[in-house]
């Protein structure tokens, strides 16, 4: 399985797992990226799986990762 399949990137030892939801027409290889995320740790997990359907730009790839690969 892909990375993208798996929705998740490692870099040496460190993994980290991200969601996405794509807007718009654009043709591949033409969509802007947006990065969101950024919460208290006792919040992450939870609004991960939220982050993602709150901002809905007219065209692009949303990307929520849910944190840091150390957790910090």
Known sequence: MTMIAARRITIGV???K?????FG???FGKRSL???GNAAP??????????VRLYEP?????????RAPTDR
């Not at 006792?42 to 982050?51: M, P, V």
């Open 25 to 27: 027409d654009a043709p």
């Open 34 to 36: 947006w990065i969101g």
């Open 58 to 66: 007219a065209d692009g790839i949303y990307l929520a990762p849910p």
């Open 14 to 16: 460190k993994t980290r």
């Open 42 to 51: 006792a919040a992450r997990d939870q609004q991960w799986h939220t982050q």
């Open 18 to 22: 991200w969601d996405s939801r794509t």
